[in-house]
Nanobody, 130 residues
Framework: QPQLVESGGGLVQPGGSLRLSCVASGRWLDNYAVGWFRQVPGKEREGVSCLSSARDIYRTYYGDSVKGRFTISRDNPKKAVFLQMNGLRPEDTANYFC?????????????????????WGQGTQVTVSS
């Protein structure tokens, strides 16, 4: 399986922006679907945004709370996944994890969930506070 390493988290003021990066090494295929998840203490890890591969026409999913503010992208030659986060809010504070998703016949819009995750990164902390 691939190893995934996130970076780019930190402390940012409300309304600010951050760009999270996830770089894969080891076993990696461009046809992996990928995603970003987040978790805060006392709550379950949730899907933030997911992106399929070229062979699945780069379908995207965004959670309702981040739609219009976050953008997921990938750079296949660099084996990298990104999450551009704009207009950050205090409720976006969480540990953010990148992941690969398992292949499934479940519609992609239903697959940005932890039970479809194949591989996890170690997480990067995002704190939105004034």
């Amino acid at each position: 399986q691939p190893q995934l390493v996130e970076s780019g988290g930190g402390l940012v003021q409300p309304g600010g922006s951050l760009r999270l990066s996830c770089v894969a090494s080891g076993r990696w295929l461009d046809n992996y679907a990928v995603g970003w998840f987040r978790q805060v203490p006392g709550k379950e890890r949730e899907g933030v945004s997911c992106l399929s591969s070229a062979r699945d026409i780069y379908r995207t999913y965004y959670g309702d709370s981040v739609k219009g503010r976050f953008t997921i992208s990938r750079d296949n030659p660099k084996k990298a996944v990104f999450l551009q986060m704009n207009g950050l809010r205090p409720e976006d504070t969480a540990n953010y994890f990148c992941a690969t998703l398992k292949g499934s016949m479940v519609p992609f819009q239903e697959r940005c969930k932890v039970n479809f995750v194949q591989d996890w990164g170690q997480g990067t902390q995002v704190t939105v506070s004034s």
